[in-house]
């Protein structure tokens, strides 16, 4: 007899990747999208992020854990692009008192 799953432990394959592709699309936002249209990009490399954790997390297949797994995914990449955002705030606002 098989012993139960007493703690489910969340893949971090499929967070991970959502993390690894909002950091590439934070990074690709702030070295490609114009100043007046920065935030809009952000907001939607965010969603993007959300499409995709909810495609990984409904292609792997297993539904316990589904909504602490999604929820650890969206809620990274909004940290992760958050720092992105404050960072090329900071550079921009210093390149702009800079010259």
Do not use: N
Not at 31 to 57: E, K, T
């Amino acid at each position: 007899m098989a012993s139960p799953e007493l703690v489910h432990r969340p893949s971090t394959r499929g967070i991970g990747a959502v993390w690894g592709a909002a950091l590439v699309m934070g990074i690709a936002v702030a070295i490609w999208a114009p100043d007046a249209r920065l935030m809009m990009w952000m907001l939607l490399a965010l969603s993007g992020s959300f499409v995709l954790a909810f495609a990984i997390q409904l292609w792997g297949g297993q539904a316990a854990g589904f909504i602490q797994r999604v929820a650890l995914s969206v809620v990274g990449a909004l940290v992760i692009l958050g720092v992105t955002s404050l960072i090329v705030g900071l550079v921009r606002l210093a390149d702009a008192a800079a010259g």
